[in-house]
């Protein structure tokens, strides 16, 4: 694994009405706010940064917990998150310029790994010991706010993370290919 060029850490705070405050190494980034209904299920963030848009997640329609859109104040769609089903923990990030995966981190703890195709691991996402605070770790070139999109949804099912994912090889000759297939 090489060397991350940027890390964040996080700053929970609240019970009911969770407050995330991202920070880097020059201080704060901005704040991350959920909101839940009346049966503790979070149904829609703000993300709210120091300079620049402010973003909207919301749950989309389904069953699943990861189940989120994100949004721009201007009504434009940046990307949604997609569970196959129940039992599945692999969770896929869809954009309009990329499809992603976030995976379990290798190993018996909790944490997701957010992975590109034919680039691997670009982001990990790792709860700091058994609190809710957690350290965001940017391996390769990734928009601030997909990485903020992954986090929200990886810690609402940090718990599902800790049985270990599949192992993925950062190379790109294990990238499949047609001729490879056939």
Do not use: C
């Amino acid at each position: 694994m090489s060397e991350p060029i940027a890390t964040y850490r996080t700053r929970p705070a609240g019970l009911f009405a969770l407050r995330h405050e991202i920070l880097d190494a020059n201080g704060r980034v901005g704040t991350l706010h959920a909101e839940r209904n009346r049966w503790g299920l979070t149904t829609r963030a703000t993300w709210r940064p120091e300079k620049g848009e402010v973003l909207t997640y919301r749950r989309d329609p389904g069953l699943l917990r990861s189940q989120f859109s994100v949004w721009t104040d201007g009504r434009e769609w940046l990307g949604s998150s997609l569970r196959s089903s129940f039992w599945a923990r692999e969770i896929a990030l869809s954009t309009p310029n990329k499809s992603l995966r976030m995976l379990p981190v290798p190993g018996f703890r909790r944490g997701w790994r957010v992975h590109a195709p034919k680039t691997g691991e670009l982001a990990r996402i790792t709860p700091d010991g058994l609190g809710t605070a957690s350290t965001i770790q940017v391996y390769r070139r990734i928009d601030l706010e997909l990485v903020l999109f992954a986090y929200f949804v990886g810690s609402l099912v940090y718990a599902e993370s800790f049985w270990p994912g599949p192992e993925i090889v950062d190379d790109l000759e294990s990238v499949p290919t047609a001729a490879s297939k056939a």
